[in-house]
């Protein structure tokens, strides 16, 4: 099973500031097989980011997947008010399970 | 516009049992895998179970192994979750999800979401 391990825990920053998320693997992820979804309270899990670095339809392009292997981010540029939410790693690439990673929470500093 | 809408969550009493649907509309649903993704309350999302279009493949996660069976009709355009010896730590949202088109090892991108619905495991 790969672990995902995403850092840091929670983030705080002010809207325009740019946040950085990453997510480490215990193995490679083939394919770069790699997702980031957005969860806000109360609503199910949106997929922003998909094969590391596509953006899904509809998402900004302030949305940005980098990385390969095992280690990938997530960058957000010039936060937006709507941005401060919980967000997931999840990887594809391999056997069952899928896994996700723990979350980062990003909220407003 | 896809949509998924699940239904059949509520209070069971540890050793219980419940059934959850999902049933899918605007897209063509015999083409996609679907997965059951839960989420205990404040905590984070655990993949439970997949099923491939024409229920060839069928997933579980080792936590609910003999105990939960996933199944779909695509004549009608839905996926169910009969959950058996229910315990405390099955409490959570229950998310339907679509299995997108890039898969590895039988696993897919989650590409649309439900909006859940809440199992409750209490005596």
């Known amino acids: 099973e790969i672990v995902l391990t995403q850092s840091p825990g929670t983030l705080s920053l002010s809207p325009g500031e740019g946040a950085t998320l990453s997510c480490r693997a215990s193995q490679n992820i083939i394919v770069n097989y790699l997702a980031w979804y957005q969860q806000k309270p109360g609503q199910a899990p949106r997929l922003l980011i998909y094969n590391a670095f596509s953006r899904a339809t509809g998402i900004p392009d302030r949305f940005s997947g980098s990385g390969s292997g095992t280690d990938f981010t997530l960058t957000i540029s010039r936060l937006e008010p709507e941005d401060f939410a919980v967000y997931y790693c999840?990887?594809?690439?391999?056997?069952?399970?899928?896994?996700f990673g723990q979350g980062t929470r990003l909220e407003i500093k | 516009e896809v949509q998924l809408v699940e239904s059949g969550g509520g209070l069971v009493k540890p050793g219980g049992s419940l059934r959850l649907a999902c049933v899918a509309s605007g897209f063509t649903f015999s083409d996609y895998s679907m997965n059951w993704v839960r989420q205990a309350p404040g905590k984070g999302l655990e993949w439970v179970s997949a099923i491939s279009s024409r229920s060839s493949y069928i997933y579980y996660a080792d936590s609910v192994k003999g105990r939960f069976t996933i199944s779909r009709d695509n004549a009608r355009n839905s996926l169910h979750l009969q959950m058996n010896s229910l315990r405390a730590e099955d409490a959570a949202f229950y998310y339907c999800?679509?299995?997108?088109?890039?898969?590895?090892?039988?696993?897919?991108?989650?590409?649309?979401w439900g909006q859940g619905t809440l199992v409750t495991v209490s005596s």
């Open positions: 999800a679509r299995g997108g088109p890039y898969c590895g090892g039988g696993m897919c991108l989650l590409d649309h």
């Open positions: 999840q990887q594809y690439g391999s056997s069952p399970p899928i896994t």
